[in-house]
């Protein structure tokens, strides 16, 4: 189990993201395509979008980062791509964007951005055309914060883990500012109140526990039958027809482990 720990976590997880940036990049240029990428916190019918759809596309030049924008920062969010945080305007829109992403497992999408300089170009594709921005600098907890925006004006934060890859000390700050066309706010139904404490950086997700629980059980009864077949068929036969699903139970308890850990790690 601790073997499938830490190759989920250095190496099945950064094909999990692929996987996932892959059909988030399809998905998002086909609402581009048709007119029905979201603009608010609602789809194109006015309803809440769920955790994890796509909502834009990021991309820094200077560390050729290209990353699609998901909805919502919770650990299950943040492993599939660059999440939004939900009480947060989109890229480009008057206000303040908050986006949280990951520095080594999933990606790492955001593993290079305390490298960004005063003046670096970052873009972001929307529902409401290409959004550029200006890069104002790198703070982390405790320096100082740029001034409020004032009213009209757009800024974003990118967010991710601080420290060595794997063990975050803290969180990392990179302040932008647009410089193109500030867009129209969209309405946003979640505020800072009502944002839940596993969307915030670097906190924790629990709700999915009841579905490690459901692996750990899978994994136990896999292993009570290759003891007895084991014993009832001999070694060989036992190793032939288990180990596969032995490895299959070991992967799944290890990837609600890793889902378990900071959304920022």
Do not use: C
Not at 50 to 58: F, K, M, Q, S, T
Not at 136 to 163: C, F, K, W
Not at 176 to 195: F, H, K, N, W, Y
Not at 222 to 244: C, D, H, N, S, Y
């Amino acid at each position: 189990m601790v073997v499938m720990f830490i190759l989920n976590l250095t190496v099945f997880s950064h094909v999990q993201h692929l996987v996932s940036q892959q059909r988030l990049s399809d998905e998002f240029r086909a609402q581009l395509a048709a007119g029905t990428a979201p603009v608010s916190e609602g789809d194109f019918n006015d309803v809440l979008l769920a955790d994890g759809v796509p909502v834009g596309i990021l991309e820094i030049p200077s560390i050729g980062m290209y990353e699609v924008i998901v909805e919502g920062t919770s650990s299950a969010e943040t492993a599939t791509g660059i999440g939004h945080q939900r009480d947060t305007v989109l890229p480009g829109q008057s206000g303040v964007t908050k986006l949280a992403g990951r520095a080594a497992a999933y990606g790492g999408p955001f593993s290079g951005i305390s490298s960004l300089s005063p003046g670096d170009t970052i873009t972001v594709r929307t529902g409401q055309g290409l959004q550029q921005f200006e890069v104002l600098g790198l703070r982390y907890a405790g320096d100082p914060t740029p001034p409020n925006p004032v009213p009209g004006e757009s800024r974003m934060i990118l967010m991710t883990a601080r420290g060595a890859p794997y063990i975050p000390t803290g969180v990392a700050y990179v302040d932008a500012r647009l410089v193109s066309e500030t867009q129209d706010a969209g309405a946003r139904q979640t505020t800072p109140i009502t944002l839940p404490p596993e969307a915030k950086p670097l906190a924790t997700d629990t709700t999915t526990v009841w579905a490690l629980v459901f692996a750990l059980q899978f994994l136990l009864v896999i292993e009570v039958a290759a003891v007895w077949a084991f014993r009832r068929f001999g070694a060989q036969r036992t190793w032939i027809v288990f180990l596969p699903v032995l490895l299959l139970a070991g992967f799944l308890v290890a990837d609600q482990t890793t889902r378990l850990l900071p959304n920022l790690l």
